[in-house]
Structure formats: C-alpha cells, structure tokens
C-alpha cells in the first residue's frame, strides 16, 4: 500500500520568512496530493491540492510542486504570519475519491 | 457554506462500553469517510461509504461498525471499547465527480477518550 513521509516533523520560522515542506510516496498509481493544515482542537482542511498532470500550483502565498518521476512533492509558504502556525498533512490519493494517506505531519510555528 | 458536521463533539466512555458517532454531510455529498487521528498522530483511514455501499475499509477494528443511510449521514459504532481507542475521530465528505478531482472535507470531530 501507500506510505508517505512527511518533513520535517517540525518548523520554526520569523515571520515574513518562507517555509518548506516536503513529502515523498511510494505508490506510482497516486495522482492526487492534497495538503491540510489543522490548528488545534480542528479538523484538517484543505490549503491546496494537485494532480499528476500538474508539475506546480499556486495560490497567493501558497505553492504545492510535483515530481511525479522522483515520488515527491512539496508546500512552500512565502511571507509566513503568526496565523500560519499550525500542522501541516500532506497526503496522497489514487484519484482523491479514494482513501487518503497521510504523512506524518509538521508543526510550523512563526514567530513574530 | 454548509460544512460537515459530526456529532458528539466530545465523550467520554468507560472501558468496554459503546459508543456512536454521527457524520452529517454537506449538502450533495454522496461520500463519506472515517478517519482515526491518535494523539500527535496523523489521520488513518477507517471505512468509506458511497451511496450506502461500503466503498472501502482500512485499519477498522472488527468492534467497530459503520453504515451510511439514506439521507447519506453515517453513524461509526464502537463497542467493547478499549483505552487504546482514545483519540479524534473525524469524518470526511465529497461529492463523487465520477473521475474528476474529489475533494474531502473534513469535521470538527468527535474526542472519543475511553477511560
């Protein structure tokens, strides 16, 4: 089955810094990556996804890249806040219809 | 927007009770998934439902069930509980787009602690 590993396991930041993420699979039938970041006492919820077909995406301060060919992909958060602060899943999907397989979380902490 | 919500937010059991947890979806979301998050743990996959159909099952303890009903809400039912059963329980729901990208939205929750 599916493994994912997540790190690092934990992430201290300045704020307005940038902060990496980085997760590799196992599962070459995996196609879609989403990542979520739960704060404490929450459920997870979802900062930004992508598919195979896609080598990167972006969404304001948000970027997710894809190396489909090296099993790994990535979350990079520029001009970090305070509010940033959280953990961070990211997981792996055949289709994103199918389970999830989540990594093993990292705990970003931005310091004003 | 409407999100998913799960009921209880908290309990507390004794060891070897019972326990019931509920999974209400967004509206139109036919899928539903039960996910177990241990303390400082990441989410494992239990069960999986769409329409009323067991779609898929993971690490589930045989003293846990699941069902999806017909207004697709899903109940996860615990018995003989154990101390190690302690943890999040949350559920997570998608609309099948028959192919294209599904998304799963995820509850608050439910803290199960067993003592």
């Known amino acids: 089955g599916e493994n994912v590993e997540q790190h690092p396991s934990t992430l201290s930041v300045q704020e307005g810094d940038s902060a990496v993420i980085k997760c590799t699979y196992s599962?070459?039938?995996?196609?879609?990556f989403p990542w979520y970041k739960q704060e404490l006492g929450k459920g997870p919820q979802l900062i930004i996804d992508?598919?195979?077909?896609?080598g990167e995406k972006k969404d304001q301060r948000i970027a997710v890249t894809l190396n489909k060919t090296a099993k790994h992909f990535s979350l990079h958060i520029t001009e970090t806040q305070p509010e940033d602060s959280a953990v961070y899943f990211c997981?792996?999907?055949?289709?994103?219809?199918?389970?999830?397989?989540f990594g093993t979380g990292t705990r970003l902490l931005v310091s004003p | 927007a409407a999100g998913v919500i799960q009921s209880p937010r908290h309990l507390i059991k004794e060891k070897r009770e019972t326990a019931t947890l509920k999974c209400y979806p967004i509206p139109r979301h036919d899928t539903v998934y039960w996910y177990q998050q241990g303390p400082g743990q990441d989410p494992q996959f239990l069960i999986s439902f769409y329409e009323k159909m067991q779609s898929d099952k993971g690490s589930i303890p045989d003293r846990f069930s699941a069902q999806q009903f017909s207004d697709y809400h899903s109940e996860l039912n615990m018995s003989s509980l154990e101390l190690g059963d302690s943890a999040l329980y949350f559920c997570?729901?998608?609309?099948?787009?028959?192919?294209?990208?599904?998304?799963?939205?995820f509850g608050a929750g439910t803290r199960l602690s067993v003592l």
């Open positions: 997570a729901t998608t609309e099948n787009q028959g192919g294209a990208k599904n998304i799963q939205y």
């Open positions: 997981a792996a999907s055949q289709t994103g219809f199918q389970k999830l397989v």
């Open positions: 992508i598919r195979s077909n896609v």
């Open positions: 599962d070459s039938a995996s196609n879609y």
